[in-house]
């Protein structure tokens, strides 16, 4: 081959790899504004489906119910319409209430839909005497007894599951029901939260609007993880 003909071969492997990065950041442009513009869309929806932010003062033994230091503590969290049973969502670790953004209006049919920040999370309080799971539990019974004063279903979702389970063991006389959704690290990011709790209501319900399935994990792992702390995260600006 001359030096023309090679001169030819990479000026075109040059315009092919150009297209492809020119392509290829394209398709990343439009990734990352759909996912803004989609949970900005979610968040529309749950607040047109009756939604509003709220908060509430609980306070919190650090060191057992009986005894021990009290501290008042702040629980952010928004509220949909009452058109049913209790129901507390508690999101997992790096997210917030807005996480349930996507199923609240769907959940609010049946629900009356409690969805809370943890501790370190969002705009609940941001303390770390209050960063464990432990807390965090006695801090939502609080909040439970305070806002809801009867029976009620929670659901955690990835670490959130671990709060979830805390209740229904230590307010078994109010928790009716307790799911537990992508306990274990690995399958955490393949449902988005609250989406198993959609799955599993609509089936009882015979609805055939099914989201799809992510895979099974096993809680029964996960209870002796009740300890360990929570990192705290702040809400980024919009």
């Known amino acids: 081959m001359g030096a023309t003909g090679k001169r030819r071969v990479g000026m075109t492997a040059a315009v092919i790899i150009a297209a492809l990065a020119v392509c290829i950041a394209a398709a990343l442009a439009w990734y990352v504004g759909n996912s803004r513009h989609g949970e ?9 489906a009756g939604f509003v932010e709220k908060r509430a003062r609980v306070e919190v033994s650090l060191a057992g119910e009986a005894t021990g230091s009290m501290i008042e503590a702040v629980v952010n969290y928004a509220e949909g319409p009452d058109n049913g049973p209790a129901l507390v969502l508690v999101h ?8 349930y953004a996507r199923v609240l209006p ?25 960063y464990s799971c432990e807390a965090i539990g006695r801090a939502f019974k609080s909040f439970a007894a305070q ?70 994990c096993r809680p029964d792992r996960v209870l002796r993880a009740a300890q360990l702390p929570v990192q705290p995260v702040r809400r980024t600006a919009a």
């Open 40 to 48: 900005e869309r979610d968040l529309a929806k749950a607040v047109a």
């Open 92 to 99: 997992g670790q790096g997210m917030q209430w807005e996480d």
């Open 106 to 130: 769907d959940l609010a049919q049946r629900y009356h839909v409690f969805a809370v920040d943890c501790f370190g999370h969002g705009e609940s309080s941001h303390d770390p005497a209050l």
């Open 147 to 216: 806002k809801i004063g009867a029976c009620y279903l929670v659901s955690g979702h990835s670490s959130g599951g671990i709060i979830a389970a805390w209740l229904a063991a230590n307010d078994a006389e109010q928790v009716t029901a307790c799911v537990l959704e992508a306990l274990l690290p690995r399958h955490a990011g393949r449902d988005a939260a609250g989406t198993g709790l959609l799955r599993m209501e609509r089936r009882l319900h015979g609805d055939a609007r099914v989201p799809p399935a992510g895979r099974r």
